[in-house]
């Protein structure tokens, strides 16, 4: 039924008319209470929904990177500690080569063609290929007496050779081995070294050195196990599939196109420049002392550069917080409601609908009074 199929009055009209308004302003102001936004879809305001809608999703993706970067600075404290981890580790090796290189062992001259390591007391003597070969029987480890005659002319491969093809040395648990001029003469209880053990033609050995260097040996293993949970520590100081001491890239975003690479580099005992230690002599151990302070300068440097980075990044994350808020407050601006002002736009609005329908009570109160004339 079409609303002209009614006659109302003119008074009735208009107090229905703003009964309706009252009515509608009522809804929007109850809604508006209930969701805290005046600005609920685009019908109540398309230019302030839309930028409003724009903020905020800039704030989310904001958000979402101001995660990742959390993840990455996690990733590069993970590295920080495996770089402390492997300094003191380093400084442990360290004191171990600067232990060797106190060692008592120590070169003697020779010019007779005889090595002598310690006063004999009862012995065996073998003859291998002319040369004379003497263990101590009842020797303890570090205390062996060995003899090696010069008086024929041979070298230290020659000589690792024969001694190795007698049996009677052999039994007495010695072996000999030659690399580079150097004859290791060892059993299973003490290493004996005997290094630039040359000769040359028409001419007896011009020194040689030998050493009981059970402390030395062991000053060595110590420090090449060392060396290798270095390898280890490095290999495990990863985080989320990213290790920045196995020499991968890790790369920070932030708004946008921008990013950050945070290059990593290899900690390995092998990249860092220290090599397996192998200590002839106590002097031999001052070039891995070398080595080691050149590593720890390189891993002080990398570690500098790892702060930077993360002083970047951690800069970035609170940025982006800041503007997380910034952007999140001018959205609200936009679209979020006075609730002090709609609760008294309420309290007026009920006010004015009570009245609209006094008003329009009276109203009809007139055209009943007609009624009463046919009554």
Known sequence: MALSDISLTAGMRSNLVNLQQTVSLLDRTQTRLATGKKVNTALDNPTAFFAAQALDARAND???LKSDMGQSIQTIQAADKGIKGISSLIEQARGIAQQAQASSTTASSYAT???TLASAAAADTVTVA???FTATAAGTPGTGEFYIGGNNNMDAEAL????NANTTVTGLGF????S???VTIS?????VTAANVTTSSGTTLAEAVVAADTDLSALQDQYNEIRSQIDTMALDSGYKGKNLLNADTLTVKFEGTHTLDVVGFSASSASLGITAASWTLPANASADVDRLITALSTLRSESSAMSSNLSIITTRQSFSTEMVNVLTEGSGKLTLADTNEEGANMLMLQTRQSLSTTALSLASQAAQSVLRLFG
Do not use: L
């Open 187 to 191: 059993n299973s209880a003490a290493d």
């Open 180 to 182: 580079n001029g150097v």
């Open 160 to 163: 690792a050779i024969a001694i």
């Open 113 to 115: 063609g005889t090595i």
């Open 130 to 132: 002319g040369q004379t």
């Open 62 to 64: 904001i958000d979402s």
């Open 175 to 178: 072996s000999a081995s030659a």
